[in-house]
Structure formats: structure tokens, C-alpha cells
């Protein structure tokens, strides 16, 4: 198993910064793909980004392409969302998820191949 806690959202103007983390804890962080997806009411999981568990490659949604920077500090066991230039349709519940296998990269966009999930940390950007 994998835990992941979230923490970092919260009330910010447009235009602002946020900087969400990620502590994992149970099996080797270092070995796994991580990723941040959000979800608005009525809505599935969206893809953000995504880091391979080596933090040599990364994939970001066209949406936040320029603007949100996903990093990980294997050494901390901790996953990062550097949100900046924040829309208010960046508004949701952002959730870090783990890849299912280890040492994996599929560059995978969609919630099925992730199985570990934390609990969501709120982000409401106002106009």
C-alpha cells in the first residue's frame, strides 16, 4: 500500500500561486509514477501532470502547459504541484494518485492506471 496526504490548497486570487505537496508514505516512493488529477462537482477525474518515478520525464494537460510545474523530491517521499498564473477554472479538488506497478512510465493521462489515491486538497482561485 501507498498513502499520500495532501496539503497546500486554498483560497487565491487569479493571477496567484499555489503550491500543492504530496507525503507518501508505506512503499518506496522513488519507485513509483505519480500524478495530479482534480475533479469539479459532476465531473470525472481530469489529468494534470504526471512524473515518472524518476522525475526525468513529466506530461502536463494543453490547459496548464506554461504554468504548473509537477516535481517530486524522492529523498522526501514527497510529490509537488507548483501552481502559478491560477484561472478561476482552475478551481477544483486536486488529487495526487500513484501508478499501480513500480518502475513503470506509460505517460498514462487517464485515473484507471493509478491505484493509490489520496484524500484531495481544495483550490478555489476567485476573479
Known amino acids: 500500500q501507498v498513502q499520500l496526504v495532501e496539503s497546500g490548497g486554498g483560497l487565491v486570487q487569479a493571477g496567484g500561486s499555489l503550491r500543492l505537496s504530496c507525503a507518501a508514505f508505506g512503499r518506496t516512493f522513488s519507485s513509483y509514477t505519480m500524478a495530479w488529477f482534480r475533479r469539479t462537482p459532476g465531473k470525472e477525474h481530469e489529468f494534470v501532470a504526471t512524473?515518472?518515478?524518476?522525475?526525468?520525464?513529466?506530461a502536463y494537460v494543453d490547459s496548464v502547459k506554461g504554468r504548473f510545474i509537477i516535481s517530486r523530491d524522492n529523498a522526501k517521499n514527497t510529490l509537488y504541484l507548483q501552481m502559478n498564473s491560477l484561472k478561476p477554472e482552475d478551481t477544483a479538488v486536486y488529487y495526487c494518485?500513484?501508478?499501480?506497478?513500480?518502475?513503470?512510465?506509460?505517460?498514462?493521462?487517464?485515473?484507471?492506471?493509478?491505484?493509490?489515491w489520496g484524500q484531495g486538497t481544495q483550490v478555489t482561485v476567485s476573479s
Open positions: 494518485a500513484a501508478f499501480g506497478l513500480p518502475r513503470r512510465w506509460m505517460g498514462a493521462q487517464t485515473p484507471g492506471p493509478y491505484h493509490y
Open positions: 512524473i515518472r518515478y524518476d522525475g526525468t520525464t513529466t
